[in-house]
């Protein structure tokens, strides 16, 4: 069965730092996605970055980069220079390749806070 | 549409009570999800239709729950004789492919909160 876990509830970041928020994953597929998202206040879900279970390369997208170590089975997702707009939950999610279901499963997420 | 929308944005039902929420996903997007987020907890799976068809039904929770997408296109999900712990709420999204991330990503509509009391 898959399973998404992020171990951190909440953190807080100063305003221009980086942040980095975990993510470890279970599952016995050889491919699979990763994506992590952001949920602000307002509720909405924003997709963020994305990483392939066969790409080699950490997938970077503006100030988001996915911090993928395979063999650990972690893709935690790093946040430079963070503004205050960051502030949001963030949640990890897998997805499976084809082998019968294009399902999504979602970590608990994290709560960031940026300060000022 | 340009997003996903769903109706109503907030509903406010009594315990007992059935209830409809809908999405109407973006055009041309064939594969449709269903989740259920509670307050402080990650979005829930409960259905993925591929085209017409429930292509995975493994995440609702009871015969209580059911959904439909006649057309491909817009989608019902029905509850029936609610109970408070339905409460919650309700995130329909729909994938399609992204070419800068080279991935089928979800794009989310803002949900329907739905209160049972």
């Not at chain 2, 009594?14 to 989740?35: F, M, N, Q």
Request: charged share 20%; hydrophobic share 30%.
């Amino acid at each position: 069965a898959q399973k998404i876990t992020q171990t951190q509830p909440g953190m807080f970041v100063q305003e221009k730092e980086a942040v980095t928020l975990d993510c470890t994953y279970d599952t016995s597929d050889q491919s699979y996605g990763l994506f992590w998202y952001k949920q602000p206040s307002s509720g909405e879900m924003i997709f963020l970055i994305y990483q392939g279970s066969y790409d080699e390369q950490n997938a970077t997208e503006g100030r988001y980069s996915l911090n993928f170590q395979k063999a650990r089975k972690s893709a935690n997702l790093v946040i430079s220079a963070s503004q205050l707009g960051d502030s949001a939950m963030y949640f990890c999610a897998m997805r499976e390749a084809p082998s019968g279901t294009y399902k999504y499963i979602f970590g608990t997420g994290t709560r960031l806070k940026v300060l000022a | 549409g340009a997003g996903v929308s769903q109706t109503p944005s907030n509903k406010v039902t009594e315990k007992g009570k059935y209830v409809e929420l809908r999405c109407d996903p973006i055009s041309g997007h064939t594969a449709l999800y269903w989740y259920r987020q509670s307050l402080g907890q990650g979005p829930e799976f409960l259905i993925y239709f591929q085209g017409t068809g429930a292509a995975d039904d493994s995440g609702l929770p009871n015969d209580r729950f059911f959904a439909v997408r006649p057309e491909g296109s817009v989608s019902t999900l029905k509850i029936q004789r609610t109970e408070r712990g339905d409460s919650a709420m309700y995130l329909c999204a729909s994938s399609s492919y992204r070419e800068t991330s080279g991935a089928n990503v979800l794009t989310f509509g803002a949900g329907s909160r739905l209160t049972v009391l």
